[in-house]
């Protein structure tokens, strides 16, 4: 176990960092997403910023979930990886 692995699991013994972290699980998720949908693409960010007509760090902070991006962006992010963007919704 690296680290970081180590110094997460100690810090999620905490209730409030577990109950924090458990609330930032969705984003996350599309963060990981987004990453996986990059990688799949086979792209560097380099490569997808020059491809969405954007620069190398505003991939860096989207992918860091530094931004709170418009849908239009997510659209140029998934199609410049080869990608369709949809959304769904269900009852919680």
């Known amino acids: 176990m690296s680290k970081l692995q180590q110094l997460k699991v100690r810090a999620l013994q905490n209730p409030e960092v577990c109950q924090e972290y458990e609330a930032l699980a969705e984003e996350f998720e599309f963060i990981d997403s987004l990453l996986k949908m990059r990688a799949a693409a ?6 997808l910023a020059e491809r969405m007509g954007t620069k190398k760090s505003n991939i860096s902070r989207l992918e860091k979930g530094g931004t709170n991006p418009s849908w239009g962006t997510l ?3 998934a199609h ?4 369709e963007l949809s959304m769904s919704f269900h009852a919680a």
Do not use: D, I, N, V
């Not at 086979?42 to 490569?47: F, K, M, N």
């Not at 410049?80 to 990608?83: E, Q, S, T, V």
């Open 75 to 77: 659209k140029k992010y």
């Open 42 to 47: 086979g792209l560097t960010q380099e490569q």
């Open 80 to 83: 410049a990886c080869g990608f």
